[in-house]
């Protein structure tokens, strides 16, 4: 650690003297001059952080290492996902014989770590490699990330994203794709979360089958009149006259007919159960804001729904639907001597936690498992008040020191063991409006 403290005292001065330069000496062609040093030197701080990010392994106690290198970092566990991800690619491997490899990207290594790449331009040769097919012989593959390791010094990312596509164009000129290729990109992904209206944005790749069945479900159901929200009572019959007053858009059918075939599979004994409930919507919200039709209730994936829509989902079999006392966010008192907590038991947790408790666990409801603050081997008891959530990664946890305790206000806190670089505390991502004030945390 001796050669770390010494960098540490010298980055400490260099950010001084930056901070005390009079920038108003400098020259407006001066100014471009050293914002391009000073983006160069940024490049090589990122480069040795990646370096030292490949080196990270899992310390015992820990969660996983995307997880603790979020916490510790204060960034989201997608970005240090990401940053893991992109380090493994630029550092040098090893063989399971042992022998040295060389990076995975190595002439855009060796760009990289001289600090005169961006992670846009990593970007751009990641996706290059992404969307090349499999049939490309390997030798084409080191030509063309050499190549384009080159461009990318002297090119903007956009201009080296034109380059890639030309290149893609050339080794693939039949532009040939075999069903490996086209399984690799499927997927569904929300991106992000809920908007302030309450919508959410999802980026769906279909493989050929799905998109031919989908095709087939929305002939029948996204025909103008059918499953419309609109009408006193939706239907699958529309007469001529429901479908001429429809005036929903193409893609607004096609939602509602999307709707209305996952709303119909829901609750289906044939589903069988997740962690001891139907595969079903579980709801928490107060009973005075059902009695005003105000409001939000909040599912136990960590969706935000209108009490409206609540109120209209209760026409349909197979909801659950928990309800608070909105003054003092008092749940029903359920109790068990039980080992295993009853389904209304997890109903409740579902409502009050919202997902797994520990801080910074951003894990819906649907994710975790039950956990006793008290353990059930210790004679800790099945009781709604000394229960909480927990996903499966974080449950480990327990099993290597840490702890878990109930607060007077019914919050978990969780208490890492003292020899690791995190802090006890309570997680609020799963309660928005207690940063807002509101400590009772009711929905």
Known sequence: MSSIEVMREALGRYL?????????????????????????????????????????????????????????????????????GDAEQLAPRRALTGEPLPPQ?????????????????????????????????????????RTLAEHAVKLRPDQLEKIAHQLCLYLNPDGRFSDEDRARKRGFVWCGGQQVDGMSVGRLIADPELRSEL?????????PGMCNPADQSPTTTPTDEIADRDLRSHGQRQHDALKALVRGQLGDPKLGQHNG??????????????????????????????????IRMATHAYHYLALFDGVDGQPLWLGRTKRIASPDQRIMLHSKERGCTRPGCDKPGYLTEVHHVDEWADGGLTNINKLTLACRPDHRLLEQGWK??????????????????????TNDFHHPERLLGNKDGVA
């Open 277 to 310: 409930l139907p595969v079903t919507v579980i709801v928490s919200a107060t009973l005075q804001d059902i009695q005003n039709k105000t409001g939000h209730a909040v599912t136990a994936s960590g969706t935000l729904l209108p009490i409206p829509d609540v």
């Open 404 to 425: 878990t305790r109930k607060l007077a206000n019914g919050d978990t806190e969780w208490i890492p063991p003292p020899q690791l670089p995190l802090v006890a505390g």
């Open 105 to 145: 990207l190595p002439e855009t290594s060796k760009a990289w770590n001289t600090g005169q790449l961006d992670a846009e331009h990593l970007r751009v040769i990641q996706k290059f490699f992404r969307d090349l097919p499999d049939h490309v012989a390997p030798a084409e593959l080191e030509k063309a990330e």
């Open 16 to 84: 001084e003297s930056l901070a005390a330069i009079d920038l108003d000496e400098l020259s407006p062609a001066d100014r471009f001059v050293v914002l391009d040093e000073w983006e160069t030197a940024r490049r090589h701080q990122i480069a040795a952080s990646y370096a030292l990010i490949a080196r990270l392994e899992q310390v015992e106690g820990c969660p996983p290492v995307p997880i603790t290198l979020g916490d510790v970092l204060r960034i989201s566990p997608r970005e240090a996902k990401r940053r893991i």
């Open 215 to 223: 095709d087939a479900w929305f002939a029948k159901f996204a025909a």
